[in-house]
C-alpha cells in the first residue's frame, strides 16, 4: 500500500455514506506525477463534480472493462478530500489531499465517484440537474402517459429526454425509446415535488 493512499484510506474510515449520494463519474486514470487524476462525468452537467470537496468511492463494476491496476495496488478509500479540480481538455483533473504521487493516484483508477445531493450548486430558474430528471412520468397535454425518463442524451445545443414507454421496462432496444429534445418548444413544464414533466408530444411521433 502507498503511503499517501494508506493515509487516505485511514482518514477515511469512519466516513457516513450519505443517504441522498448519487453517482456523478469515475477515475480514469492518474495525471502527472504529483498525484492528480483524470476524472470522467457521467453527463455534461459536471457541476455536481466542481460543487463538493468530499467525493465518495466505490469500486469499479466488475462487469465493467477498465485498465488493469497495479499489482500491489492498495484499496480504495471510501471517502477522498478534494484540494482542486478544474477542466482539462475534454476531461476533468483533480488533486486529492494525501496523495501525493503518481502511484497513489494510479490506486484509484476506475473507481466510481458519488456526491452527496445536498451538495450539489444550486441551479437557476428552468435549469435541472440530469439526475433529477431520471425517473420522471412524462404527460402530453392532452394527459396521455409517455413514459419514463430513463436517461438523458447531450447533443450539444441541447440535451434530449430518453423516456421508456409505459409498459416497457429498461433496457429497452433503441427503436422502443421516444426522444424528446429538452427545449421550450417541447417542454411546457417540469414539476419535480409531483415528479412530472408535460411536454407539447403526440404518442405518434
Not at 77 to 104: C, F, M, W, Y
Not at 164 to 182: H, M, S, Y
Request: glycine share 8%.
Amino acid at each position: 500500500m502507498t503511503e499517501s493512499i494508506a493515509k487516505t484510506s485511514a482518514a477515511a474510515d469512519d466516513a457516513a455514506w450519505p443517504d441522498d449520494a448519487i453517482e456523478v463519474g469515475r477515475v480514469l486514470d492518474a495525471w502527472g506525477i504529483k498525484g492528480g487524476v483524470k476524472v470522467q462525468a457521467y453527463s455534461a452537467d459536471a457541476e455536481a463534480l466542481f460543487g463538493s470537496r468530499r467525493w465518495f468511492l466505490q469500486p469499479p463494476e466488475t462487469d465493467k472493462p477498465m485498465m488493469a491496476k497495479p499489482a500491489k495496488a492498495a484499496a480504495i478509500p471510501r471517502l477522498i478530500k478534494i484540494t482542486s479540480v478544474r477542466d482539462h481538455g475534454e476531461g476533468i483533473v483533480a488533486t486529492i489531499q494525501g496523495v501525493t504521487d503518481r502511484n497513489g493516484a494510479e490506486a484509484l483508477r476506475g473507481a466510481r465517484i458519488f456526491v452527496s445531493r445536498s451538495t450539489f450548486p444550486s441551479a437557476d430558474p428552468d435549469e435541472y440537474y440530469w439526475v433529477d430528471l431520471i425517473g420522471l412520468s412524462v404527460v402530453n397535454r392532452q394527459g396521455e402517459a409517455l413514459g419514463t425518463v430513463e436517461g438523458l442524451l447531450d447533443t450539444g445545443p441541447h440535451s434530449v429526454l430518453r423516456i421508456i414507454p409505459a409498459g416497457l421496462t429498461a433496457p429497452v432496444k433503441p427503436d422502443q425509446e421516444r426522444l424528446v429534445p429538452f427545449v421550450a418548444a417541447f417542454v411546457d413544464d417540469v414539476d419535480l415535488e409531483q415528479r412530472l414533466i408535460t411536454v407539447d408530444w403526440g404518442l405518434d411521433y
